[in-house]
């Protein structure tokens, strides 16, 4: 089929046309409005009954139809040599010509001819469909190929079978049923203006491939200066939005990924692989549709009235950009914790990075803008009470913030937790608290601890992140520029004494000691000024060096001059410090002023006096941040414990954290951070609502438990009165006059009949007493809590903190050398290996072992370690054999794993005669041994001394030999011995008589 026969021969329009040529030539004439189109049309319509437009005419003439320009005079005529498709030509008309192919030079151009094989899936998704085209009066069906996707198969058979960069632009399909071409496509390089053909001539089977015959002719071997690449479209966009969106693969990666599948090595860049700006704007569209409004504020007020998200946003500034959202549900699963749990803890924090900034009118932007979250514990999990998106980051704007969550009809916490900003910190004592700032909040702590009685209790509790404060303690610039490493731990490690303090009296010779050892210049013993004689008493910094070190090894508080006698102290310029009470200092009202009083007794006290040797930790600098801190005093400590009652040792917003590491690598694992507002705040948004559907469903689990609480209620009334019956003082009316009181709940007490031990303390003076009610409601709250321990797994694994941490004990180190340069060696803590908790070690040769009564050798590998780690030339005179390669290890101290099964290696050797076989192809290998034996066996290649043996006669056969030995063996009477002078006498030096052939001489 032709098509449909015109109703008028395009021969007579021609012809009408021609006959006002007068017209439509000439200066002024034959524009788009002029009347002898409308004069043609109407005499056309006239003559043949068929309305004609003059649109159709002006167009005819326009489009050079048959060559119309020509006929009337408008183009000179062209020969058909010069009717070439060249590159340069821009006419697709005459680009696509049916008589382009009937050129004389069509041999000047290159040819290509190959076989397109579309396999059933191919087919099937390109085939040709009915479509219907309504034209005017009437409709007509046509059959075409599927639109957008036909294109985008055929260009990428055309680049495998050509390896060509030619981006073709395909015209129309046609797709005739009957004929002797099924579908016929024609195509055109957008750069080189190469020619594509393809021809089906036959209608494929159902369920086979169709072959399409193509021939390509053109200059396409010569160089695209200008290649393009073909527009997205189709299957090919979807697949590009489903990789990018849905998938979350980056742009690069994808284009990267397309590169890999279509280009061989040494390939031009094929047209179908789309640039990196066509998928970042693929994307942005795709993503902008998916949003409310392309502006991120006006998007964040049509999300605030959707249903969609629970009225979740609560509040939207412009100028300055804040966001304050929390739903009904997060208000509803608080208000019932509260009712649960009266003493409620809310961390506080902020973190950056996941907003972009705000685009303004005149092309500027706003400020950062910070995600602001007060996270707290539910049901051992983290939840998130309240939320923000704030680009002021003062503590009006995060008072404000709270005050709004307050407002929505909850109780108030009564623990808030948060780094040491001080707009946080005062924004929350503004939120919680009866007093308007920080430094009233401060006042009333030092008021308070100091036994004033008219100072009002606070409401909350504000305290600091305990890990944030001993991190801020060691960036401190004069402990990261010491010449001497351990001056960080010993301040580091007793700034986290003054954490555990919990009255004024356990701080002071703490922070004494701190000022004594920052300030001095000297330490050892004290020095005369006269005669130059070190005297056998300690300067104040010696003394206070001691007092530090042992607080820190043994976390327990003792006296600092409990190992000298009074009657030798040496009487410094001023009051001694260490024996004024505290009622002699000028307090003022504030910590701070208190810290500075210290520090300049300290410094007087101090003056005039020299030791034997210089201070390693003379620090001044570090004096004015010390005094700085202590203004905090109150929130990063425990002093406030005992007056609020409530609390726990070590605070710490761990949870927040957590939560922002979670919303940062998890939640937004896939988006390239920071993000727009509005898609921050949906997908947080959703994100917490599933969090919170969860943790009300867990609540709703556990509804049928036992509440222990009201069996705790139920207890305590019979308790008090079994109390009242049980103490004879109380039955006859002598009540407690309040010399003793219960350490618990610091009610008046008797020291005997209505009060126990504290199991927890140390019977004799000081002691604590636990009135009797408070002891039964203990014993029924360990009775309620109890569980199977079965091997240790009936309990949830606690997080410890790391045995490095400044708050932790550190036994030994009041053996530390303050004096030393250098960081502490850290030596690998060998455990033995006569327990059979410990899982069998696979090594290559002997299967499965397990080492038994290592003690030996562990003790021995570690003093050598010690030996390495301490004394240079020790570690430059050891041999290189596998016990020096194992100690080295040791003090490497990074995979035990490793360590261990090179222990095997290492013992194997010489106790494998004492192994025997167990069950499961396990060899047991015992290492039962005396240490001298051990020494022999482990250090073979490392003696421990030489001994030279020289002959007095120089002709002696043997005149000089060395005997090298590892065990010095020395005497011991009654079980003592002076070991310095046993090992004198071993080494001295000895005459024998020769035993060489021949001679007589001294040796």
Not at 82 to 106: G, H, R, V
Not at 636 to 648: D, H, K
Request: net charge positive; hydrophobic share 35%.
């Amino acid at each position: 089929m032709a098509g449909r026969k015109p109703c008028i021969e395009s021969k007579i329009i021609e012809d009408e046309i021609l006959k006002y040529k007068r017209d439509i030539v000439g200066p002024n004439k034959g524009r788009p409005k002029d009347c002898v189109w409308q004069k043609i049309a109407s005499s056309l319509t006239v003559k043949y009954g068929t309305k004609i437009t003059n649109s159709s005419i002006r167009v005819r003439v326009a489009c050079n139809r048959n060559d119309l320009k020509c006929k009337l005079g408008l183009l000179p005529p062209v020969s058909s040599a010069n009717a070439i498709c060249s590159p340069q030509d821009t006419d697709s008309e005459k680009a696509l010509s049916d008589d382009y192919y009937e050129s004389d030079t069509e041999k000047h151009f290159d040819k290509l001819a190959f076989s397109i094989t579309f396999s059933e899936e191919e087919w099937e998704l390109i085939k040709p469909r009915s479509k219907l085209y309504n034209d005017k009066k009437y409709s007509r069906t046509y059959l075409v190929l599927s639109p957008y996707e036909w294109s985008n198969i055929v260009q990428e058979h055309f680049f495998l079978h050509s390896r060509l960069p030619c981006s073709i632009s395909f015209k129309k399909a046609k797709v005739l049923d009957s004929g002797n071409i099924f579908v016929s496509i024609r195509g055109r390089c957008s750069s080189c203006g190469s020619i594509f053909d393809g021809t089906i001539d036959k209608i494929p089977a159902m369920g086979t491939r169709a072959i399409m015959k193509c021939t390509y002719a053109g200059l396409f071997n010569e160089e695209h200066k200008n290649s393009k690449r073909r527009r997205l479209m189709g299957s090919e966009k979807q697949r590009a939005i489903n990789a990018m969106v849905n998938c979350h693969q980056n742009q690069s990666v994808y284009y990267r990924t397309e590169a890999n599948r279509l280009l061989l090595e040494g390939d031009t860049m094929a047209a179908q692989i789309p640039s990196l700006a066509c998928l970042r704007q693929t994307k942005s569209k795709a993503l902008s549709i998916l949003r409310c409004h392309k502006d991120p504020i006006a998007s964040l007020q049509i999300m605030k009235h959707n249903n969609q998200y629970d009225c979740a946003i609560r509040d939207i500034g412009i100028d300055k950009v804040f966001v304050h959202f929390w739903s009904d549900l997060q208000l509803k699963i608080y208000r019932e914790q509260s009712l649960k749990n009266k003493l409620l803890t809310i961390s506080f924090d902020a973190t950056g990075g996941v907003c972009k900034k705000i685009k303004r009118f005149n092309k500027g932007y706003s400020g950062s803008i910070f995600l602001y979250e007060g996270v707290m514990k539910v049901n051992d999990q983290t939840f998130t009470a309240l939320s923000m998106l704030s680009e002021q980051h003062d503590n009006l704007s995060i008072a404000l913030w709270i005050k709004r969550w307050l407002r929505c009809n909850i109780k108030p916490p009564k623990v808030s937790v948060s780094d040491q900003s001080i707009a946080l910190m005062s924004a929350t004592v503004q939120a919680f608290t009866q007093y308007n700032s920080l430094e009233h909040y401060l006042k009333a702590c030092f008021s308070i601890v100091n036994g004033e009685k008219n100072v009002e209790i606070p409401l909350c509790y504000i305290r600091n992140d305990i890990n944030h404060f001993i991190h801020l303690i060691t960036q401190w610039k004069p402990l990261k520029i010491s010449k001497f490493k351990r001056t960080k731990q010993l301040f580091g490690r007793a700034m986290g004494l003054l954490v555990f303090c919990k009255s004024i009296e356990d701080a002071k010779p703490i922070l004494e000691a701190i000022f004594v050892i920052a300030l001095s210049k000297y330490d050892g013993t004290i020095v005369t000024n006269t005669k130059r004689i070190a005297l056998k008493r300690d300067t104040p910094c010696a003394k206070s060096k001691k007092y530090l070190q042992l607080l820190i090894s043994t976390s327990q508080n003792i006296g600092i001059f409990d190992d000298h006698d009074e009657t030798e102290e040496i009487h410094f310029e001023g009051d001694s410090l260490l024996e004024t009470d505290l009622q002699n200092f000028d307090l003022s009202n504030s910590f701070h002023d208190w810290a500075k009083s210290i520090s300049t007794k300290c410094e007087a006290q101090i003056g005039g006096i020299e030791g034997e040797f210089d201070n390693a930790q003379y620090t001044p600098d570090i004096v004015p941040l010390i005094i700085n801190i202590m203004k905090l005093f109150p929130c990063w400590s425990n002093i406030m414990l005992n007056v609020f009652r409530y609390g726990e040792n070590i605070a710490t917003s761990s949870r927040s954290e957590s939560n922002f590491n979670n919303i940062k690598t998890r939640v937004f694992n896939h988006e390239n951070m920071p993000v727009r507002i509005d898609d921050f705040v949906d997908k947080l948004v959703n994100y917490y609502r599933g969090d919170q559907l969860i943790i009300q469903a867990k609540q709703n689990d556990s509804t049928h438990e036992i509440n222990s609480k009201d069996n705790r209620s139920f207890s305590l009334h019979s308790s008090n009165d079994k109390c009242l019956n049980s103490c004879d003082p109380c039955k006859n009316g002598h009540f407690p006059t309040g010399l003793h009181r219960c350490y618990l709940c610091t009610r008046a007490i008797h020291l005997f009949g209505c009060s126990v031990q504290n199991p927890n303390s140390e019977e004799g003076c000081g002691e604590t007493r636990i009135c009797l009610n408070c002891y039964e409601i203990s014993e029924l709250s360990n009775e309620n809590n109890s569980i199977e321990n079965w091997k240790n797994k009936g309990k949830p694994l606690e997080k410890k903190r790391s045995a490095r941490s400044y708050l932790e004990k550190q036994p030994g180190f009041e053996n530390l050398d303050l004096n030393k340069k250098g960081s502490i060696v850290e030596i690998a803590f060998l455990k033995n290996g006569s327990t059979f908790k410990n899982k069998p070690i696979s090594v290559h040769g002997l299967d499965k072992v397990l080492l038994s009564n290592t003690c030996c050798s562990d003790s021995l590998l570690s003093i050598i370690a010690v030996s390495v780690a301490e004394s240079n030339l020790y570690r430059t005179i050891k041999k290189k054999n596998s016990t020096a390669t194992f100690v080295l290890r040791m003090l490497e101290n990074k995979n035990y794993k490793e360590l261990y099964k090179e222990r095997i290696y290492l013992l194997a050797l010489p106790y494998i005669t004492t192994s025997e076989e167990l069950l499961g192809s396990i060899t047991l290998i015992n290492t039962v041994d005396t240490e001298a034996s051990a020494c022999e066996k482990l250090m073979e290649k490392m003696p421990s001394y030489i001994r030279s043996n020289s002959c007095t006669n120089s002709l002696c056969f043997e005149p000089e030999y060395k005997k090298e030995g590892i065990v010095v063996c020395l005497n011991a009477i009654d079980g003592k011995i002076n070991l310095p002078e046993e090992i004198n006498k071993f080494f001295l030096p000895l005459t024998i008589g020769c035993v060489a052939i021949n001679c007589n001489c001294d040796r």
